[in-house]
């Protein structure tokens, strides 16, 4: 058998092959019309069997004391202000890829806003669990929906919490541990400007 014999073999077994594939109506082969056929652009691709994501149960923490309190520092900020994450709060679950928190914020006066909140990274959204009542407890409020994160002057600091210390793409493996060192030793000021 010569080489040109050899060849329309080849091309023939492999127009057959696809014949054949073709027929078969599978989701590699199948055209726009066909009931196995998925458009890329679809939201939902009927071939792969759906993730659906699920939080974990929250519980409240206790109220922080001031000697658990860690400064972090904020972009832009609000001279008016100082803003603490309580360590002793922080977590962070796999699972859901949440990372729980209390913040505190203290003004110059000695006044504080305490909350218990929690922010997914692959979204950027987060979730108030809970509020201080200025009587050292937290109560849950009436609604608890996860929100986008915002860039405005007073709540600055969850973009900043975001961006800088809990969804930081040069942690790898992240775990509280790990954003307690950030939140020691980041800073979001030289980040922002391009030095580190």
């Given at each position: 058998m010569?080489?040109?014999a050899?060849?329309?073999a ?6 057959l092959t696809l ?15 066909d009931s196995?056929f998925?458009d890329?652009?679809?939201s939902?691709?009927p071939?792969v069997?759906e993730y ?8 409240l923490?206790?109220f ?8 972090f ?9 100082q803003?603490?994450?309580d360590?002793k709060s ?6 859901d890829?949440i990372?729980?928190?209390t913040?505190v914020?203290?003004s110059?006066?000695?006044?504080k ?5 929690g ?9 108030t ?6 009587k ?11 929100k ?12 900043d919490?975001?961006?800088f210390?809990f969804c930081?793409?040069?942690i790898?493996d992240?775990?509280a541990?790990k ?8 800073r979001?000021?030289a980040?922002?400007?391009g030095f580190?």
């Open positions: 010569n080489r040109f050899v060849l329309i080849v091309v023939f077994w492999g127009a014949a054949q594939a073709a027929d078969s109506n599978s989701p590699m082969t199948a055209r726009k019309g196995n998925y890329p652009h679809d939902v691709n071939n069997e659906e994501w699920q939080e974990l149960n929250t519980e923490p206790d922080p004391a001031d000697d658990d309190l860690l400064e520092q904020v972009t832009r900020p609000n001279a008016a202000f803003y603490f994450i360590a922080l977590s962070y679950t796999e699972a890829g990372v729980r928190y913040v914020i203290k110059r006066t000695g006044a806003n305490v909350a218990f909140e922010m997914r990274c692959t979204t950027r959204e987060f979730k669990y809970a509020f201080g009542n200025g050292n407890k937290f109560v849950r409020p009436r609604k608890i929906e996860w986008s994160i915002l860039d405005n002057d007073y709540t600055r600091y969850r973009k919490l975001q961006e210390y930081n793409i040069r790898l992240l775990s541990d954003i307690i060192s950030e939140l020691k030793y980041g979001p000021q980040l922002e400007s580190r």
